[in-house]
């Protein structure tokens, strides 16, 4: 005789959520044409899917536009993270 197998189902549903910090800004970049959101290192990576690194990286090749604020942070221009990744 057969054994009758159970089966079990699972089902596994993921979201994504990126919130941003008060370091977001809208400022001035002066390589792109207007304003464009300014984040932090950390927040930009996890918005778009990497490591602090790779951005660090990427403003050391002048890929990616940044600024750096009078406390010496390091913001890096969303618009050109957009370019950058694709």
């Known amino acids: 005789m057969f054994k009758r197998m159970k089966r079990t189902r699972i089902t596994v549903r993921t979201s994504r959520m990126a919130v941003l910090g008060d370091a977001q800004s809208e400022v001035w970049c002066r390589q792109c044409?207007?304003?464009a959101a300014m984040l932090r290192v950390d927040e930009a990576a996890t918005l778009f899917g990497t490591t602090s690194l790779v951005i660090y990286r990427w403003v050391e090749t002048g890929?990616?536009?940044f600024?750096?604020?009078a406390r010496?942070?390091?913001l890096v221009c969303a618009v050109s993270l957009s370019l950058v990744i694709g």
Request: aromatic share 0%; proline share 8%; glycine share 24%.
């Open 72 to 74: 010496g942070h390091l």
């Open 67 to 69: 600024v750096e604020t």
């Open 33 to 35: 044409p207007g304003h």
């Open 63 to 65: 890929g990616v536009h």
